[in-house]
């Protein structure tokens, strides 16, 4: 991995050298993106600066690189892989607290270890997030954090209801990620669990009469907080089509329960 390590390198020179403009606003919300196949970083990178307020302050291709840079460019959120090329990526977590460094991190990895996985939350990563992914995948994630991490920045604590609501994930207001509606999403997930088995996003699209592009995004945002399960049919060519059934409502995370028939 010489050559993409070395490629690596000059993105996150170029990406630290550029660093300051992304984050002109307070509101932004800094991320690193940690990786060490450049394609995959650039990929990322692209996927991050398309969700608001996020904004891509540097690229790393190490777990060295990956310190140096928290240091220098102080994101708030560290996106990272787990098979880097010095270092395992949950390695990489500790000596950042060590560093005195509170940014929170987000793993995304090929990594389906069950111990990869059960490290990750022992290390008090934000979300594990399993590539290869769509870029709604990671759209909803982001989102889901943005709102976590507002409402933690944001908590007053008078009682002991604070501090459940914070831990537990849950909001005096419930709220869907920006630009999905609550009346929409109660629509969608009628219709996902009156179906009699899986449904597509056509299919869904065609049963509701939202365009299939809205479908989608809100039946992925239901995969993403526990409420359906994706399954792939593969065909005669093309790529697979992933199909969610219903598997029943996580509290406090997918819509208000006054919302729920």
């Known amino acids: 991995m010489t050559g993409t390590s070395g490629t690596a390198d000059a993105a996150a020179t170029t990406a630290v050298t550029g660093a300051a403009a992304p984050r002109g606003t ?6 690193l993106v940690v990786d060490d196949d450049f394609m995959v970083a650039r990929v990322h990178r692209a996927f991050v600066e398309r969700v608001e307020p996020f904004r891509v302050v540097g690229v790393a291709g190490t777990g060295e690189q990956a310190l140096a840079a928290v240091g220098e460019l102080r994101p708030d959120l560290v996106l990272l892989d787990l098979y880097l090329p010095d270092v395992f990526g949950l390695d990489v977590i500790p000596r950042l607290r060590a560093a005195g460094h509170d940014c929170d991190v987000m793993v995304i990895s090929a990594a389906r270890e069950a111990d990869a996985v ?10 594990f997030l399993l590539k290869p992914f769509e870029f709604e995948d990671l759209r909803v994630r982001l989102e889901r ?15 002991q209801a604070d501090v459940d609501r914070v831990l537990a994930g849950a ?4 709220a869907l ?3 999905m ?14 179906a009699d088995g899986s449904l597509s996003a056509s299919e869904c699209a065609a049963l509701t009469g939202v365009s299939r592009v809205s479908a989608r995004r809100y039946l992925e ?13 593969y065909g005669v060519a093309g790529r697979p089509e992933r199909r969610y059934r219903f598997r029943g409502a996580v509290t406090g995370l997918a819509l208000p329960p006054a919302a729920r028939p």
Do not use: C, N
Not at 171 to 174: D, R, Y
């Open 181 to 194: 509606s609550v009346e929409t999403a109660e629509l969608v997930e009628r219709t996902l669990r009156a």
């Open 118 to 127: 059960r490290g990750a939350v022992r290390h008090g990563v934000v979300d």
């Open 171 to 174: 909001s005096p207001v419930p």
């Open 145 to 159: 954090y943005a709102v976590q991490r507002g409402r933690l920045l944001g908590t007053v604590v008078r009682s």
């Open 26 to 31: 307070d509101a932004a919300i800094g991320v």
């Open 221 to 233: 945002y239901f995969h993403t907080v526990g409420s359906a399960e994706v399954s792939l049919r």
């Open 177 to 179: 990620p920006k630009g």
